[in-house]
């Protein structure tokens, strides 16, 4: 998950290049998309249903790469959600900013009473 958002690249040159307070999010949170989100945010997140987006820790950066430290498990689904193509990381539970996103390795169909489940170490982000 090594793709930043452009909001998540134009925070990092202004505070690291320009002395601009980047201030980061008191908690990250996980989305699932039904298409590419882009570096833009302009995905179709998955909505209804039962669908939120969750909470996410990281593990301290090894050599320029985190991972997430427990398991994301999403509630059950009480409507289809679609077809899950990518994730995304953002800066509050609804709304806010993308900060990463990733296709998935595998696209997953999510049906009523059907739940999605990102296992422990699943989302690497890397900056390389």
């Not at 908690?27 to 969750?54: N, W």
């Amino acid at each position: 998950m090594s793709q930043l958002s452009d909001y998540l690249e134009n925070a990092l040159i202004n505070a690291v290049l320009r002395n601009t307070p980047y201030t980061s999010p008191a908690t990250v949170y996980v989305g699932l998309f039904t298409s590419d989100p882009t570096d833009a945010g302009t995905g179709t997140e998955v909505s209804g249903g039962a669908y939120a987006r969750q909470a996410v820790t990281f593990t301290a950066p090894t050599d320029g790469q985190t991972s997430n430290s427990a398991d994301v498990l999403f509630p059950i689904a009480t409507a289809a959600w679609g077809t899950v193509t990518h994730i995304g990381l953002f800066d509050a539970l609804s709304g806010g900013n993308l900060l990463f996103h990733a296709p998935l390795e595998f696209e997953k169909t999510i049906n009523i009473s059907s739940q999605f489940k990102l296992p422990q170490n699943y989302l690497i982000v890397r900056l390389k």
